[in-house]
T-cell receptor, first 113, second 112 residues
Framework: GQQLNQSPQSMFIQEGEDVSMNCTSS?????WLWYKQDPGEGPVLLIA?????ELTSNGRLTAQFGITRKDSFLNISASIPSDVGIYFC?????????????FGKGTKLSVKP | NAGVTQTPKFQVLKTGQSMTLQCAQD?????MSWYRQDPGMGLRLIHY???????DQGEVPNGYNVSRSTTEDFPLRLLSAAPSQTSVYFC???????????FGPGTRLTVL
């Protein structure tokens, strides 16, 4: 089945640092969603993107829908301790059934020891 | 608005037992889905429904049944639990107009 390649798999952050992560696919998507999951909780939607080239912000978070429709980026500026968690990208196949998103395997953010 | 609710939050089963995981949403969404989440595997689609009375299989449907008699409810049934079904199960519902998916808090299932 189709897969998303999400990178990095994990990263350590220090408070105040900017963070970047991305997802790539061999196929086109017409919707990209970014989620954050805290331990023991369900994923929570952060940002939704619906058009190629779209750049959308939610507070310190900014996400972009790649022009080729095959990638998306999430940036977190001036990270804080509560940014720790697992971030998932999800894409919807062009022409696919609504609600059937393809998920990346996640980027785990941890605090530098 | 409670969003998406799931019960139970935790469950332990013995191999061969059956059970139903409950999911309900109060957002009047037509589309609902069940995923399982395993370490290092991300979220994988089990079954989905595009409306009351209509269901279809996802990526990993074996060992699970679903039904959708109402818009609000989408239960997931394990017919004969196996240790391979130990996982965290998430229900989700999708806003049809904007293709935005909302997740429930999850059910943590252990099969011994």
């Amino acid at each position: 089945g189709q897969q998303l390649n999400q990178s990095p798999q994990s990263m350590f952050i220090q408070e105040g640092e900017d963070v970047s992560m991305n997802c790539t696919s061999s196929s086109i998507f017409n919707t990209w969603l970014w989620y954050k999951q805290d331990p023991g909780e369900g994923p929570v939607l952060l940002i939704a993107l619906y058009k190629a080239g779209e750049l959308t912000s939610n507070g310190r978070l900014t996400a972009q829908f790649g022009i080729t429709r095959k990638d998306s980026f999430l940036n977190i500026s001036a990270s804080i301790p509560s940014d720790v968690g697992i971030y998932f990208c999800a894409g919807l196949n062009y022409g696919g059934s609504q609600g059937n998103l393809i998920f990346g395997k996640g980027t785990k953010l941890s605090v530098k020891p | 608005n409670a969003g998406v609710t799931q019960t139970p939050k935790f469950q332990v089963l013995k191999t061969g037992q059956s059970m139903t995981l409950q999911c309900a949403q109060d957002m009047n969404h037509e589309y609902m889905s069940w995923y399982r989440q395993d370490p290092g595997m991300g979220l994988r689609l089990i079954h989905y429904s595009v409306g009351a009375g209509i269901t279809d299989q996802g990526e990993v449907p074996n060992g699970y049944n679903v039904s959708r008699s109402t818009t609000e409810d989408f239960p997931l049934r394990l017919l004969s639990a196996a240790p391979s079904q130990t996982s965290v199960y998430f229900c989700a519902s999708t806003s049809g107009s904007r293709l935005t998916q909302y997740f429930g808090p999850g059910t943590r299932l252990t099969v011994l």
